[in-house]
């Protein structure tokens, strides 16, 4: 519950500070709060990301991703599943593990709301649960709240929308695993993941995106900040598929995560 709370405080005091209460009223005259607006679409996507972890280590992932309406009594909103599955080499690691892929993290995701449960609040509560499959063995649940803003004019730099979204994760139950049994195990997961995410409008199909696959991740255990610069163009070729690339690069790293990744993904609505 203090997680709870934390994350919530923290989400209120970002959007306090980012409209005030003297700008509200020019805040909602230039942006539209567009955070029950959900996608009825079922939408499938096919990730591939490449990283590098630094000493000439590097990590190739495999993701399937699913969005779902989730539609509960008056509740809407929607339902996300993750699965991978990744390929760890270089020195750190077994000669014979280039080129092998075992199973990575499965997460299910929700978010959404009830018109009557805070209906002023304009944003978005969920949560997140990692499934201990693969070489992740430990649950890891945690909240979060977010929301979208779109302008109602034309901006500078044709900014397409602001979505920042902030959750917090716990991990527990390691699976009776060890470090022996299997040295490639996280530690248990304790981290606040900030989501500052931007939309920029380059032409009617496409659009560059600012932390939207990566964002600021603070680990709350040990101390330490993981902050990316995080990029993404995407591009609809029709209503029905669309294609991305990405780049991401930290530039703080007190918390450690990856050096720099590449990767992309195609997604077909349906």
Do not use: C
Request: net charge neutral; proline share 6%.
């Amino acid at each position: 519950m203090k997680s709870i709370a934390v994350l919530i405080t923290l989400f209120v005091v970002i959007h306090a500070n980012a409209i005030g209460a003297e700008d509200e009223d020019k805040f909602s005259t230039k942006f539209q709060n567009v955070s029950q607006q959900y996608s009825r679409s079922r939408i499938l996507e096919f990730w591939g990301y490449h990283e590098y972890h630094g000493n000439q280590n590097y990590a190739d992932t495999l993701k399937l991703r699913y969005y779902h309406p989730l539609d509960v009594g008056q509740f809407q909103g929607t339902l996300r599943l993750d699965t991978s599955y990744v390929s760890d080499y270089g020195p750190s690691y077994p000669a014979q593990s280039s080129g092998q892929y075992s199973a990575g993290n499965t997460m299910l995701t929700f978010w959404g709301n009830h018109p009557h449960l805070l209906p002023a609040w304009g944003a978005n509560l969920g949560a997140r649960v990692i499934f201990p499959f693969g070489n992740n063995g430990q649950w890891a649940v945690g909240p979060q709240v977010g929301a979208s803003f779109r302008p109602k004019e034309a901006t500078l730099f044709n900014l397409a929308d602001f979505s920042p979204l902030a959750r917090y994760m716990y991990g527990f139950d390691t699976k009776n695993n060890s470090f022996q049994v299997n040295p490639n195990q996280p530690p248990l997961m304790r981290n606040l993941q900030l989501y500052p995410t931007l939309g920029f409008q380059i032409d009617p199909s496409t659009q560059i995106r600012l932390w939207d696959e990566n964002g600021v991740i603070y680990n709350s255990a040990g101390g330490g900040w993981f902050v990316p610069l995080d990029a993404m163009v995407t591009h609809r070729i029709n209503k029905s598929f669309l294609f991305a690339i990405g780049a991401s690069k930290q530039v703080v790293q007190t918390y450690n995560q990856y050096d720099w990744s590449v990767y992309g993904k195609l997604s077909f609505n349906f």
